[in-house]
């Protein structure tokens, strides 16, 4: 069966294939060469099978095969990585706040590339990136006013809050702000009271016969990502958007009495969240394009940011406007957790008041730094497992994202262990620490768009872990469907965070325990939380994101109390979230683990049965939502459900052959892993999602109404949103439902015949 396979290949991709095995890894950084000693493994192993016999190296470790995708390697990197060194890491990380475009982000960075390099990678540098930033006018702090009729100012919003301490913040803490809001001064005496800020928001306001055009309105955070919320306010033409924090959210039993930090988890009353609200990730100057030195810069008036003055406030601020505006009431369902009565506007209770938002923001282009470390592969050094955070934070950070930056510094200290012990993986690992991602993921989407047919070709997958704990009663995870199998096997190596609660393996505590945050176990919900984002969705690699997530049946809110505020200190983690950092332990275990399977196996371990589960649930969704509404139209979804019958045949088809196999020489091996490789890279298209051309995944995507909510079939889903909700005129918008539908179906075919046997296509 093997010859017969390596027939149909061809003598042309057999010396393609061999050549490439001679590649190093190609990030401008050099080349690795492999030991006598690893050189040799590597003839030998083409005789043997990683899927039916026990394979050693060199010093006698045992290599993933079979039923086991982690081999020695697993179990000393479990052994090696160390809760108390993470919290040493989280104390250095939240010692200052560490804003990007700032001299202390770019220490961190200076910091972690002399660390990597101390700890045994083979290569690590600073991959700058000059990018647009916007940062407050330290000399113009923004603020909201609140002025009587007589123009005298009757309240003033905090720029900071209140430390806990007594004693000021450095300048490494920002004042209030929402990065990319542009500068603008707005004088009104009317209000509008948005709810959450979501779409139907905004029409249920207009359906009371409030009017939101040329109007400031405020809106709560949470319930979806907050530069939707800004667009929404664009979309139905206000002047400008303030964005508070209500305790229903933030500290809902505040009217009780109930403490806040530092005695809980639950927000002080001058908690300021700040925040970036673009709604298109990366560079906004360079939009498709790196932002090298020398690259044409979109004017600023042509760039896709956000248009009105938007500002942050906490609700301590917040309560002094809501209780001066006027007219109905608000639904219950809208009501906050102030003790005030919540109303809609527009006008002010008090005749000739006025409310006065000064924005003062400034956008100007700065360095933003990626730190990238490489571990060399010894067979396949082209090949790259990428580990990916961000390490930015508007303050201190403790959760976001330096609880996983802690983590991820320990599982490279770990893995530079396995080296010094002569340990070396098939593929090359790459562990990235990137900048500015809480302005938009700039430091990975530059990255990617810089090597992006690098990566397009040789990219395994991407795993993300951008906050690692914002709770402790089990994890959330996302992953595309060819992560699930590596997932799941993982859990079962990776020990239970607290034996106590009678869970012996992190599998049977995420398997067994409450998952109201995600019932199914593994969902697909990517979205546009993290900086997974330019990797799925520009250029398909397979993507996973996980976090430790509190029990949502307890508990009611949509972001953690002290998200983005001053308060989410060292403090809060050590003494409150995970004081012996066992949970930190468990998801960097899991982290771990999922990164040496992928770049140890000689086969990867994919299974495309899970694609297959992923594409009838996409097209079961449609006819659940559309497919009455489609039938009416004419337009059947027969022919995606016979791509997907056919999909589901080779896929069966590639696993009985794997499964079947008893001797995997190399490139045999290269073959079978580059049709894994290439799947998910087929739900990419050129052209992009219809109305958002940079988000070339047409499978995985975002709401076009709320970055953190994930759909599949995006283009699909955006064409029948503007077809179900038009007015008149229709039957074009029907004929791009239609249009979308068959680029869906073109991208399943295309993985398809990725997955057919080299000589059957």
Not at 217 to 244: H, L, T
Not at 514 to 527: F, H, T, V, W
């Amino acid at each position: 069966m093997v010859a017969r396979v390596l027939q149909g290949v061809g003598v042309g991709a057999l010396m393609v294939a061999a050549l490439s095995l001679l590649l190093a890894l190609n990030l401008n950084l050099g080349s690795f060469t492999p030991s006598p000693a690893s050189a040799e493994i590597s003839c030998s192993s083409s005789r043997r099978s990683p899927l039916t016999t026990v394979e050693e190296d060199a010093l006698g470790r045992v290599k993933p095969s079979g039923d086991d995708y982690f081999g020695t390697a697993g179990e000393e990197l479990i052994n090696e990585m160390k809760a108390d060194n993470m919290e040493k890491n989280l104390r250095y990380l939240t010692s200052q706040g560490h804003m990007a475009g700032t001299k202390q982000d770019l220490e961190q960075a200076e910091y972690l590339k002399k660390l990597w390099l101390e700890q045994g990678l083979d290569q690590v540098f600073l991959q700058p990136y000059t990018v647009q930033l916007s940062h407050p006018d330290l000399s113009k702090p923004n603020k909201v006013y609140l002025m009587d009729d007589e123009g005298q100012v009757k309240f003033t919003s905090s720029i900071l809050e209140d430390p806990l301490d007594g004693v000021d913040y450095d300048d490494s803490i920002p004042p209030a702000f929402l990065a990319f809001s542009p500068a603008g001064t707005i004088v009104t005496n009317e209000l509008v009271y948005v709810n959450y800020g979501l779409y139907e928001d905004f029409e249920a306001v207009e359906a009371a016969g409030i009017k939101v055009k040329g109007r400031l309105v405020i809106a709560k955070f949470g319930q979806g990502f907050r530069g939707d919320k800004v667009q929404n306010a664009e979309r139905f033409n206000a002047s400008g958007i303030i964005i508070y924090t209500d305790p229903s959210d933030y500290h809902p039993d505040l009217e009780q009495g109930g403490a806040a930090y530092p005695n809980s988890f639950w927000l002080p009353e001058s908690g300021i969240q700040r925040g970036s609200i673009v709604w298109h990730d990366g560079d906004p100057t360079t939009p498709l394009y790196p932002a090298l030195d020398g690259m044409y810069r979109v004017p600023d008036e042509q760039t896709d940011t956000p248009r009105i003055p938007a500002h942050t406030l906490s609700y301590n601020d917040a309560r002094k406007l809501l209780v001066n505006i006027g007219g109905e009431e608000v639904p219950p369902a809208w009501r906050g957790g102030l003790n005030i009565t919540y109303r809609m506007g527009p006008q002010l209770v008090r005749p000739g008041w006025t409310v006065k938002l000064e924005v003062h923001n400034i956008k100007h282009l700065v360095p933003t730094y990626n730190v990238i470390g490489v571990i060399h592969g010894s067979e396949e050094p082209d090949r790259y497992v990428i580990y990916g955070n961000h390490r930015d934070s508007w303050t201190f950070g403790s959760c976001d994202p330096s609880s996983a930056t802690a983590v991820q510094m320990e599982m490279v200290r770990a893995y530079g262990q396995l080296l010094r012990n002569g340990w070396r993986p098939r593929r090359s690992m790459v562990f990235g620490s990137w900048g500015a991602g809480e302005y938009g993921f700039f430091g990975p989407w530059e990255w990617v768009e810089e090597y992006l047919k690098v990566f397009e070709m040789r990219a395994v997958a991407h795993l993300n872990v951008d906050l690692a704990i914002i709770g402790t009663y089990n994890m959330l995870i996302s992953a595309t469907p060819l992560l699930h199998k590596i997932i799941k096997e993982a859990t079962k190596r990776t020990p239970a965070p607290d034996p106590s609660l009678g869970y012996t393996t992190l599998w049977e505590h995420w398997s067994q325990r409450l998952r109201a945050a995600s019932p199914d176990l593994l969902d697909y919900n990517l979205a546009s939380l993290s900086e997974h984002s330019p990797f799925y969705q520009h250029i398909g690699v397979p993507t996973s994101y996980m976090v430790w997530e509190i029990n949502f049946e307890e508990y009611n809110w949509s972001d953690y109390p002290l998200y983005h505020t001053t308060y989410e200190d060292f403090d809060a983690v050590k003494n409150i979230l995970d004081p012996e950092f066992r949970y930190h332990l468990a998801i960097g275990r899991l982290w771990a683990l999922m990164g040496i399977g992928l770049a140890d196996a000689k086969i990867l371990p994919m299974d495309p049965d899970d694609e297959t589960v992923m594409l009838r649930k996409m097209v079961a969704d449609l006819k659940a939502e559309y497919g009455d509404t489609l039938q009416e139209k004419g337009i059947s979804l027969a022919h995606l459900d016979t791509v997907v019958n056919r999909f589901d045949e080779v896929a069966k088809t590639f696993i009985t052959h794997v499964n079947n196999l008893t001797d995997v020489p190399l490139l045999l091996a290269r073959q079978l892993n580059d049709q894994l490789l290439l799947l998910e890279k087929c739900y990419t298209n050129e052209a992009g999602s219809y109305l958002r051309p940079h988000v070339k995944n047409l499978m995985f995507g975002t709401s076009n109404f709320n970055q953190y909510e994930g759909w599949l079939a995006p283009g699909v889903r955006d064409a029948l949103w503007e077809a179900t909700h038009c007015q008149e005129s229709c039957d074009h918008h029907w004929q791009v439902v239609q249009h979308q539908l068959s680029l869906l179906q073109y991208v399943i075919n295309s993985a398809v015949l990725t997955m057919k046997d080299i000589r059957y296509i």
